[in-house]
């Protein structure tokens, strides 16, 4: 009984066992998982002038906006993008994400470092939306522009931007 307590001590305070110690009880871990949120290459982190913004509501000092030469359409329900945050005082945030229509769900892939290079995340899984997250009400307005019926809502990155312009602000369903 005590050597095995040793043995299970040993398994768990060793960093390299804990893997083999997982292994064991859970089975070998599968490869990286594929998935078409996750581009071969993300667009040009770009400091463009023809953003095209969009309302998210009255209380928020952020503005919000797409960068047009980042959108794209991913079988026909996940939608990619980068979407550049604003601050009062000037200050940016530019991130790369992806809109899964058919779950609704939010992913970050990437955000962009000052040198205008992006730093990928590695493990950032699908978020749910909600229609009552008044701190990313962002992407939930994004949602309701860019989605429909659980599928994009064109089918050409030009529709969906022609959308976004159009569309005024919508609460999530």
Known sequence: M???????????AVPG??????????????????EAAVPQSLPAVSAAQDLVEFYVSPTTTVRFALDPASVAIDGDTVVRFTLVATSASGARNVSYE?????????????????DASWSLLRNSPWRPLRHDDM???????????????????GSSPQQLLARLRATPALLLP
């Open 98 to 114: 992806a809109l899964r229509c058919s779950s609704r769900e939010q992913r970050l892939i990437a955000i962009a470092r000052p």
């Open 2 to 12: 005590r050597a095995a307590l040793l043995v299970a001590a040993v398994l768990v």
């Open 17 to 34: 066992l804990r893997e083999a110690r997982a292994q064991l009880i859970f089975g070998k871990p599968e490869g990286p998982v594929q």
């Open 135 to 153: 701190v990313n009400r962002q992407h939930a307005e994004l949602f309701v522009r860019l989605c429909e019926a659980g599928r994009a809502a």
